[in-house]
């Protein structure tokens, strides 16, 4: 049985790691608020670009020529973009997009396609390396608050492999911040823009503040009158025309979705570690409770002892 001074020894050790958990979620809560408003301010654009890079898409008569927008037409290597943090403490939030990225990998050798892997983060890229697999590129120092600049840096690699005919798909999983205690793990197709959500027969963007622009224009498409050939005839004129456009929204487009899944990502990583800092201080709480129980029956049973001794030795005296 341990102890008293050992129990007291380990209640102090237990105080001094709330007191760390205690500072990392304040820490984390400040950078949440900070990576909230990053999100905020980005969303309303982002959804605006996918919205018209759409309808310019729907519009264009032809596909631009660019080597970028050439659909495959047969799939053989896939580039997986992973987005994790560069620290852990942050509960699951670097194992499930491990976990989705891993699943991922065995549905496309299962249909015999073969894995290119890009990470985004020290844990994800450790992890993997770890297990054995090469990766084409890493990406490590921001996750905590990531710039545009890191974006088209990403954005620019895996638009070249995808030109370079290296890959045939490039697909990203991260986390969607919904709110601190809850991130969804999302999987999106960047290249080719025929597989993306852009050009998706719905035409609608897979996060729910997306919605509202993808009722915009099944509102706007179901005023307009129909152009004879099945299609319904588009509201807007384009000037220049829809292909010049699409052809200089396209780079745009693949560096603000980038963009935007590491901004999800921080916020889900912040919001992550602000939970699980604040259950690891209630759980020292709970333990601190407990062992100071088990403390002062500790002492009383010492004090017990000692007066039996007396006691025992008084009676010997007489």
Same mark, same amino acid.
């Given at each position: 049985m341990a102890s008293l001074r050992d129990i007291r020894r380990r209640i102090q050790s237990v105080r001094n790691v709330r007191k760390i958990t205690r500072a990392m979620e304040m820490v984390a809560a400040a950078r949440?608020?900070?990576?909230?408003?990053? /999100?905020?301010? $980005? +969303?309303?654009?982002?959804?605006?670009?996918r919205t018209m890079t759409r309808r310019?898409?729907?519009?264009?008569?032809?596909i631009p020529s660019l080597p970028i927008l050439q659909p495959r037409d047969r799939v053989e290597r896939v580039a997986l973009l992973l987005v994790t943090g560069d620290r852990g403490l942050?509960?699951?939030f670097n194992s499930q997009i491990l976990r989705a990225g891993q699943l991922r990998a065995r549905e496309l050798r299962a249909d015999g396609i073969a894995v290119e892997w890009h990470v985004v983060g020290r844990r994800?890229?450790?992890?993997?390396?770890?297990?054995g697999i090469d990766l084409a590129g890493e990406y490590t120092g921001f996750t905590d608050r990531p710039a545009y600049a890191d974006a088209r840096r990403i954005a620019d690699e895996l638009a070249a492999a995808y030109v370079d005919g290296r890959v045939d798909r490039v697909?990203?999983?991260?986390?969607?911040? /919904?709110?601190? $205690? +809850?991130?969804?793990?999302?999987r999106e197709t960047l290249l080719p823009l025929q597989q993306a959500e852009i050009v998706g027969e719905d035409g609608g963007s897979s996060s729910g503040e997306g919605g509202a622009a993808a009722a915009e224009d099944q509102e706007t498409t179901a005023a307009a009158g129909s152009d004879g050939r099945g299609?319904?005839?588009?509201?807007?004129?384009?000037?220049?025309e829809p292909e010049e456009i699409l052809a200089q929204l396209v780079p745009d487009y693949v560096e603000v979705s980038i963009f935007r899944a590491l901004l999800e990502s921080a916020a889900s990583e912040h919001g992550a570690r602000m939970t699980a800092m604040r259950n690891a201080s209630e759980n020292a709480a709970e333990l601190i409770d407990k062992l100071t129980l088990q403390a002062n029956r500790q002492?009383?049973?010492?004090i017990t002892q000692e007066i039996?001794?007396?006691?025992?030795?008084?009676e010997a005296l007489e």
């Open positions: 949440l608020r900070r990576a909230e408003q990053r /999100i905020a301010a $980005l +969303r309303p654009y982002a959804d605006a670009l310019a898409a729907d519009a264009a008569e032809r942050a509960g699951p994800g890229a450790s992890s993997l390396r770890f297990r697909e990203v999983i991260y986390n969607h911040y /919904i709110s601190p $205690l +809850r991130q969804l793990v999302r299609g319904v005839q588009p509201l807007w004129l384009y000037q220049p002492r009383q049973a010492e039996m001794e007396v006691v025992a030795g008084a």
